[in-house]
Each structure stands twice: as structure tokens, then as C-alpha cells.
């Protein structure tokens, strides 16, 4: 049993590069969702999304695309990293039984961007 | 909007010590959820407990209980007899089920316990 699965778990960007952050869950969750830890921040939503096909914008999204072509996949793309994009990404998901569940976490992709 | 504060950014404490974490919510539903997640140093999250906004009871799970209080907006954690595996970050956290789909994370608080 998977859960969420986030690759890769370390990278090393120069400024101005792109590239995609992978997670993919086997529980046949619609509610997915990305998020950004900072030092000093808690966790921080940066874009969700309800089913395939549909995403929206959380609390930090300038700088981040998503898509969500099927049910079990949503990357997290950045388009031209910055320094300011140095952090660690967590990846979750859930049902849309809401609250009557958890968020079930990737173990978490720690960028670097330099 | 949902809101979520801890203000203990550290604690320490000596095992064996009681402790608590407090978190206070903010939000305008009437029905919501809250969450509770430990981070050990190894980075990952670990769900603790959820409680809904229509279940006022506490919980005690081992040395874990929780303090549900609607009438300070509080859901505060309490850890018994702690221990160094306790070490953590701990985040409180809320989803509102009024369609908007967002869990909103407190900013932690860092829990050490010195043997």
C-alpha cells in the first residue's frame, strides 16, 4: 500500500531552470492537494485540486502550475525557479468526504534552488 | 477565512513532564474540522487525531488526550508523562467543509524533550 508517493525527494536547481515535482496516490482520492513548508511558516497551500480536470489556486501559487489529467496523478510544475522557491513540498490527498477523513502525506520533496 | 494559531513557536521540557500545545481556530462555518499532525525530525507527517465541529467530547488516546472547546475556539493537546520520541513539530490544523476544500496549518510548534 503506497498512499501518496512523491518523486524525487531531493533537488538542486540553478535559477531560471523548470521541473516538475511528481505525486501519484493509489487510493482513489479526489481531493489532492500541494503545499510548501517554510522555516517559521507551518504549511502553506499552494494548489488543489477536487477531480481530474479541475484545479484552483491556494494561499502562494505565483510561480507554480498544475494540471490534473487523471485521478491518481497531480504534478507540481515550476515554471523558472527561484531562490525564493527554496523549500520543502508536500504533496496530499483525500476524499471529498471532507473533514471525515485525514490528508494522507507524501514523504516530502526538499528543493533547493540556488 | 480560516484561520489557525499557535503561539508556542518552541517548548522544552523534561521527560517525564506533562505538556501542553495549544491551538486556536478561526472560522465563520458551522461545521469544520480539526486536525492535529506530528513532524518528527525524519520530516514526514503524521496524523494524530481529526475532530469535527459537532463532537465536543475529548479524547484521550494513550498519553495523547485532546481538549475540545468550542466556546474559546480552542482544540489544545495535551502529551502525559512525555518522552524524547515525543520531539517533534506538532501542527494543529482546520478544514472548513463549506465547499472550499482547504486544510489551513497553524505554524507549528516545536516540541523538545530532554532526557
Known amino acids: 500500500n503506497a498512499g501518496v508517493t512523491q518523486t524525487p525527494k531531493f533537488q538542486v536547481l540553478k535559477t531560471g531552470q523548470s521541473m516538475t515535482l511528481q505525486c501519484a496516490q493509489d487510493?482513489?482520492?479526489?481531493?489532492m492537494s500541494w503545499y510548501r513548508q517554510d522555516p517559521g511558516m507551518g504549511l502553506r497551500l499552494i494548489h488543489y485540486?477536487?477531480?481530474?480536470?479541475?484545479?484552483d489556486q491556494g494561499e502562494v501559487p505565483n510561480g507554480y502550475n498544475v494540471s490534473r489529467s487523471t485521478t491518481e496523478d497531480f504534478p507540481l510544475r515550476l515554471l523558472s525557479a527561484a531562490p525564493s522557491q527554496t523549500s520543502v513540498y508536500f504533496c496530499?490527498?483525500?476524499?471529498?468526504?471532507?473533514?471525515?477523513?485525514?490528508?494522507?502525506f507524501g514523504q516530502g520533496t526538499r528543493l533547493t534552488v540556488v | 477565512a480560516q484561520k489557525v494559531t499557535q503561539a508556542q513557536t518552541e517548548i522544552s521540557v523534561v521527560e517525564k513532564e506533562d505538556v501542553t500545545l495549544d491551538c486556536v481556530y478561526e472560522t465563520r462555518d458551522t461545521t469544520y474540522y480539526l486536525f492535529w499532525y506530528k513532524q518528527p525530525p525524519s520530516g514526514e507527517l503524521v496524523f494524530l487525531i481529526r475532530r469535527n465541529s459537532f463532537d465536543e467530547q475529548n479524547e484521550i488516546s494513550g498519553r495523547y488526550s485532546w481538549n475540545f472547546q468550542k466556546s474559546t475556539s480552542s482544540f489544545n493537546f495535551t502529551i502525559t508523562a512525555s518522552q524524547v520520541v515525543d520531539s517533534a513539530v506538532y501542527f494543529c490544523?482546520?478544514?472548513?467543509?463549506?465547499?472550499?476544500?482547504?486544510?489551513?496549518f497553524g505554524k507549528g510548534t516545536k516540541l523538545s524533550v530532554i532526557p
Open positions: 490544523a482546520q478544514y472548513s467543509g463549506a465547499g472550499s476544500y482547504q486544510l489551513t
Open positions: 485540486s477536487v477531480g481530474a480536470g479541475i484545479t
Open positions: 487510493m482513489n482520492h479526489e481531493y
Open positions: 496530499a490527498s483525500s476524499t471529498l468526504r471532507g473533514g471525515n477523513t485525514e490528508a494522507f
